[in-house]
Nanobody, 114 residues
Framework: QVQLVESGGGLVQPGGSLRLSCATS????????MGWYRQAPGKQRELVAQ???????TYIPSVEGRFTISRDNAKKMVYLQMNNLKPEDTAVYYC????????WGQGTPVTVSS
């Protein structure tokens, strides 16, 4: 079965950085686009970054220039480098396929606060 395990979240001050990791299993990883979602309490889950099977990346405007999504096909991993974090980035972050998500993992919480 498909498994998605996120890690790397934590508490960071505004302006700080975090690198999130997503370990995948049960899929032919190289053929799938992948993305990072986030969900704040009481808010809709939103796709914030995605990377195609050909390494083309896209971002929502609020994270453009601050977040970088990448993938390592050999390791079946997806990463999200987050720089210059802002309080509004606080959320639980999930990895999944952008168009047709698999079953969701537990996510990794990110809290940006001074």
């Amino acid at each position: 079965q498909v498994q998605l395990v996120e890690s790397g979240g934590g508490l960071v001050q505004p302006g700080g950085s975090l690198r999130l990791s997503c370990a995948t299993s049960g899929i032919i990883f190289t053929v799938f686009p992948m993305g990072w979602y986030r969900q704040a309490p009481g808010k809709q889950r939103e796709l914030v970054a995605q990377i195609s099977s050909r390494d083309t990346t896209t971002y929502i405007p609020s994270v453009e220039g601050r977040f970088t999504i990448s993938r390592d096909n050999a390791k079946k991993m997806v990463y999200l480098q987050m720089n210059n974090l802002k309080p509004e980035d606080t959320a639980v972050y999930y990895c999944n396929m952008p168009s047709r998500p698999f079953a969701w993992g537990q996510g990794t919480p990110v809290t940006v606060s001074s």
